[in-house]
């Protein structure tokens, strides 16, 4: 089995959200949209694909040239050659796009073995608690626009089943923002409406210093919260160091955009940077090297919690030993029905119960359930 082609496709859909100029989503009115779904096929037929999987010109004039005529179930091989190249087409080879030929490859195996990704990779559970997890604060009246609109919402995730529930708060260009005073007051006011019961966590603005960020963490510490993530620079390791040997119960969380996939991880593991280490298949090159990051971890007794939704992180969570505890759900707003499936899709990718645990998919691959006739009519090119 060889790889005959690598080609991103992409055809319309619609959309109910939209990035601020900061690039954080926020609701918007349905408007039309252009998903991408990248498709690596083999000699004999075989296919894997993923969805949102990068950039058109990077797949055809970059990734191809390099891995056509590979065996896809060398996905080691071509993780590491695709790695190896990053370091001079690092503008183009991004890890997100060499995540995308990873999970692309991983479907594929997925599907001509005809068994889910998680159990190739050895399974561990069936289904995961997830936790709601918020957009960023918003200007919207009735989202997520006050401190009493976050214990709202809350309440109505606490109804829904969810057990644990995350806020983003205000960041830049939102007016007033950030505020290390009114992100407490969020963290505050949703304590106060769901009770002790709920897990709570907090993602605020990712640039605080580190006595903002010890602020929050010791006022987070009151309202018993479980983690907070993100509040610093990511790059500063040594602020980090500094922020959880200050912190007694409140565990810090990361890295979870830094740079360096498995190795930055390790870095902050032996440098005790935080309680808990992080990544998601973008995060850190695709699922290959999450898988990496997770053993790594499991071998310092560390746990970790991945970060994102779709099917490669819920994979991972899937066929990891050592807490993970919980799927990141949403991003999720008042305004938003997150329960619709997307017209190009035929089932959720992570549908969840009443108790709020997320099933992973019995289809072979990944789980894409894709809507073929869908992305058929509303293909724009190449046409098939
Ligand atoms: O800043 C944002 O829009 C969110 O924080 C986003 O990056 C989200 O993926 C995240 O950090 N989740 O934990
Ligand atoms: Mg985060």
């Given at each position: 089995m060889k790889i005959a082609d690598v080609v991103v496709e992409s055809f319309h859909s619609t959309s109910r959200t939209a990035s601020d100029e900061h690039g954080h989503g926020h609701p918007a009115p349905e408007h039309p949209s252009t998903q991408s779904l990248l498709k690596i096929v083999t000699d004999d037929g075989a296919t894997g694909y993923c969805l949102g999987g990068g950039r058109r010109e990077v797949m055809a004039q970059v990734v191809k040239p390099m891995i056509l005529?590979?065996?896809?179930?060398y996905r080691e091989r071509i993780w590491q050659h695709l790695n190896e190249a990053q370091r001079i087409r690092r503008d183009t080879l991004t890890d997100r796009a060499i995540a995308a030929v990873d999970m692309a490859l991983w479907d594929l195996a997925g599907r001509a073995l005809n068994q889910p990704v998680y159990k190739l990779l050895?399974?561990?559970?069936d289904k995961v608690p997830a936790y709601a997890s918020t957009m960023c604060g918003d200007d919207m009246p009735g989202g997520l626009s006050t401190p009493e609109e976050y214990a709202e919402f809350a309440v109505a995730c606490k109804k829904r089943g969810y057990t644990a529930f995350k806020l983003h708060t205000w960041q830049p260009p939102m007016p007033g923002a950030p505020d290390p005073k009114r992100d407490v007051a969020a963290c505050r006011a949703v304590r106060e409406a769901v009770g002790d019961d709920m897990v709570l966590m907090l993602d605020p603005y990712h640039y605080y210093n580190r006595e903002q960020s010890l602020y929050i963490g010791r006022e987070l510490e009151k309202l018993n919260y479980y983690w907070m993530e993100e509040s610093m620079d990511e790059h500063s390791m040594s602020s980090y160091v500094w922020l959880t040997e200050q912190l007694q119960s409140l565990h810090i969380v990361g890295p979870e955009t830094a740079e360096g996939k498995m190795w930055a991880r390790a870095e902050w593991i032996v440098s005790h940077a935080s309680d808990v280490s992080r990544g998601g298949t973008g995060d850190v090159g695709g699922l290959t090297p999450l898988m990496k990051t997770i053993h790594l971890c499991e071998s310092h007794g560390v746990r970790l919690e991945v970060h994102g939704g779709g099917p490669g992180n819920l994979t991972a969570l899937c066929a990891m030993g050592i807490p993970g505890e919980y799927f990141e759900r949403g991003l999720l707003h008042p305004f938003i029905d997150y329960e619709l499936i997307p017209p190009y899709l035929n089932a959720l990718i992570d549908p969840m119960d009443d108790q709020g645990n997320v099933h992973i998919s019995q289809q072979p691959g990944l789980g894409w359930d894709f809507n073929w006739d869908y992305i058929r009519d509303n293909t724009i090119t190449p046409k098939e």
């Open positions: 005529g590979e065996d896809p179930f050895g399974a561990y559970r």
